[in-house]
């Protein structure tokens, strides 16, 4: 089976059929290898390094070969979907998601412009995610490719609200601000960046003994820039910091924001999903004040990379930070208006596909269950870090973010140590937990988003930490890193 002959004839397959067929043994292959953890991460290997150092291949080449050649890279590629996958905040490639994606590549719609029924899937997929959260009524919103990109559409929007026209003939001098936790991800500064308002101009809020944002802080800061004639743009509230897994308070930001006429926007990448569900719903009182929230598909939902979406409560608002009428994007009325004319991207795949078939597939309350396993597992992972003398919780988790750390004897630093845990863990791969910083402290941190985690695989966080810390305090003399 080869390619074509560079000849100018059509890029197609031979033997197509079998080419798919192979294709579709090797996701299948790749599939149960994710039942169920494996003992460690294969480096690659010195053929896989030469075969990565090959110069552009200019003659046809076996179609399936290929194929092999890309699963063997792939398999000592780090995965997210593995289940005992718990540094990153990373999705677990639902399986229908998968498939919509071959099947949404295969067509290679762009839903930049109108295009048919994908335009109404999108718009009906972001609908379903408002109803799911709680964004409820979810005036519109579009897809993205991430969280950053939903945030910075968001802020882009909040800019032209406080300061009309701004698109066009730039910010004039005057001067902007953001408003945040400071744990907030670093997405806000970026946008900040890109928007010319700064990053030094993101004011970085103090939080309460819960790791929230203080919204007296936040309304003191506000007050204060306005008097100093600094244009507030937007509070951004976070529902699941990436530390600690913390949902700020949204209701009382809203209180904030509402008199003062500023835009309140959730960042919820990661945590909103749970605002579906009895265990962790509470935390996202408010959210319906918000003037706009975004939530990662890709990470609890479950979907694979990358499929970001964004709620807005007045589509108006988008198209007034974005529409333009070109000759090559004609508008003819209202319900004409092209999806790019809500967003930064103009190629965008239909990313709402896979989603729109999560939903479809196995539905909604099948979905909140996962996430709710998800919840007690992190529970349970405190539970047993509680009931462990040789380790200390650092924060109670409100989502699915553990932070912890091991316990060394008492000669040897316990930064150092739990630094160089996390080294030798990594390194090991049994599990993979990232290393993180809280309050100065150095631990670890485990975030349970996977569909596939059991909780025999929260217990492997504890027996491995507990032998891997064991070791290295044998193995390192006193004072070392």
């Not at 997405?187 to 004011?203: F, K, Q, T």
């Not at 198209?319 to 994007?329: C, K, L, M, Q």
Request: with cysteine.
């Amino acid at each position: 089976m080869t390619g074509t002959t560079g000849d100018g004839s059509p890029l197609v397959l031979p033997d197509r059929e079998a080419v798919l067929a192979h294709a579709m043994e090797l996701i299948l292959e790749t599939w149960r290898s994710f039942d169920s953890a494996r003992a460690d991460q294969p480096l690659p290997s010195a053929r896989d390094l030469e075969m990565l150092a090959e110069p552009l291949p200019w003659a046809p080449g076996d179609a399936a070969a290929g194929l092999d050649a890309a699963a063997a890279v792939l398999d000592v590629s780090i995965s997210q979907t593995r289940p005992r996958f718990f540094a990153w905040i990373g999705g677990s490639g639902l399986e229908i998601g998968v498939l919509g994606d071959a099947l949404m590549a295969s067509h290679d719609v762009n839903v930049a412009v109108t295009s048919g029924a994908a335009t109404l899937l999108e718009r009906q997929t972001v609908r379903w995610v408002g109803e799911f959260v709680g964004f409820s009524p979810a005036a519109d919103g579009v897809t993205a490719a991430g969280g950053t990109i939903s945030n910075l559409t968001a802020l882009t929007a909040a800019r032209e609200r406080a300061i009309p026209g701004a698109r066009h003939e730039g910010l004039s001098g005057r001067r902007l601000a953001l408003y945040c936790s400071h744990e907030a991800h670093y997405s806000v500064h970026r946008a900040a960046e890109v928007l010319g308002i700064g990053a030094r101009n993101v004011r970085a809020i103090a939080i309460d003994r819960n790791r929230r944002m203080d919204p007296l802080s936040c309304a003191e800061a506000i007050d204060a820039d306005r008097r100093a004639g600094i244009v507030p743009v937007a509070v951004i509230a976070t529902a699941g910091t990436t530390l600690t897994g913390a949902v700020d308070d949204l209701a009382a930001l809203a209180g904030v924001c509402a008199p003062r006429g500023v835009w309140l926007h959730v960042d919820g990448a990661y945590g909103l999903p749970a605002a579906a569900t009895e265990l962790a719903g509470e935390l996202f009182a408010g959210l319906e004040h918000a003037d706009s929230a975004t939530v990662d598909a890709h990470k609890w939902l479950y979907v694979p990379k990358a499929c970001s979406i964004l709620l807005v409560r007045d589509r108006d608002a988008l198209e007034a930070a974005f529409t333009h009428d070109e000759s090559y994007i004609p508008h003819t009325d209202r319900e004409d208006t092209h999806p790019v004319d809500r967003t930064l991207e103009y190629s965008r795949p239909l990313s709402a596909l896979k989603l729109w078939l999560a939903f479809r597939v196995h539905g909604a309350a099948a979905i909140r269950a996962a996430i709710e396993r998800n919840l007690r597992q992190a529970r349970l992972l405190a539970d047993l870090i509680r009931e462990d003398p040789l380790l200390e919780l650092l924060v109670e988790p409100q989502l699915s973010a553990v932070c912890f750390r091991h316990l060394p004897p008492a000669h040897m630093p316990a930064s150092l140590h739990n630094a160089a845990l996390a080294r030798a863990i990594s390194a090991e791969a049994r599990i993979l937990l990232a290393p993180a910083t809280v309050d100065g402290i150095a631990c670890l941190r485990a975030c349970i988003v996977n569909h596939r985690t059991g909780d025999g695989d929260i217990h492997a966080i504890v027996d491995v930490v507990r032998e891997v810390g064991a070791r290295i305090a044998v193995d390192r003399p006193a004072g070392l890193g």
